[in-house]
Each structure stands twice: as C-alpha cells, then as structure tokens.
C-alpha cells in the first residue's frame, strides 16, 4: 500500500514558477513509476509526466521545455518543476503511482489527494 500527499500548490502570475511535490509513504518507493496528472476545471483528467523507477521521463507535449519531473529515493518523493506557466497550466495536480505503469492513460494504483496550481494572467 502506498500512500501520496501533494503539496507546494499556489497562485503564480504568469510566466512564474512553481514545484509541486509529493510524499509517498509505503515501503519500496524507489520501485515505483512515479506520475503527475491534472484536472482542469470542466476538463477530464491529463497526463503530464512520469518518470519510471529507472530514473526514465517522459513528458505531455503541452509542457515540454517547460516542467521537469524528478524524483529522490531517499526522501520518498517526486517533484514536478513548472517553469514559464500558462493560464492554462490552472489546474489541480495529482500524484500517481504504479509498479508496472508508465504510460498516459490513468491506469495507476496509486493516487494522491491534488494540489491547487492557478495561474493567472
């Protein structure tokens, strides 16, 4: 069983930056596909980024150059750096985790509660 809880959500104007992170509690974190989803308002859910328990990322195309995933075995945690944001960045930022997942469908075991990211223009 794994658990995630997001943090470091806020406001920021556009073209700021922001990093989100999520804390998983659980054993054999660093076994994990670990991914950022998000929900729009009105919008169904995206995929944003992943990076596999190889240390292996990908990215959506609307946040190429732009974000960056990482992730630290050692504290239980991925990060998403979010640089050059959008108004259309708004939206809220889900944690995901699978041991066998890596794609972009939302087929992941794991998911965390969300945290806020509006950006304004």
């Known amino acids: 069983q794994v658990q995630l809880v997001e943090s470091g959500g806020g406001l920021v104007q556009a073209g700021g930056s922001l990093r989100v992170s999520c804390a998983a509690s659980?054993?054999?974190?660093?076994?994990?596909?670990m991914a950022w989803f998000r929900q729009a308002p009105g919008k169904e859910r995206e995929f944003v980024a992943v990076?596999?328990?190889?240390?292996?990322?990908s990215y959506a195309d609307p946040v190429k150059g732009r974000f960056t995933i990482s992730r630290d075995n050692g504290k239980n945690s991925v990060y998403l750096q979010m640089n050059s944001l959008k108004p259309e960045d708004t939206a809220v930022y889900y944690c995901?985790?699978?041991?066998?997942?890596?794609?972009?469908?939302?087929?992941?075991?794991?998911w965390g509660q969300g945290t806020q990211v509006t950006v304004s223009s």
């Open positions: 990076i596999g328990w190889s240390g292996r990322r």
């Open positions: 995901a985790a699978d041991r066998w997942n890596t794609g972009a469908s939302g087929a992941y075991d794991y």
């Open positions: 659980g054993r054999s974190f660093s076994t994990y596909n």
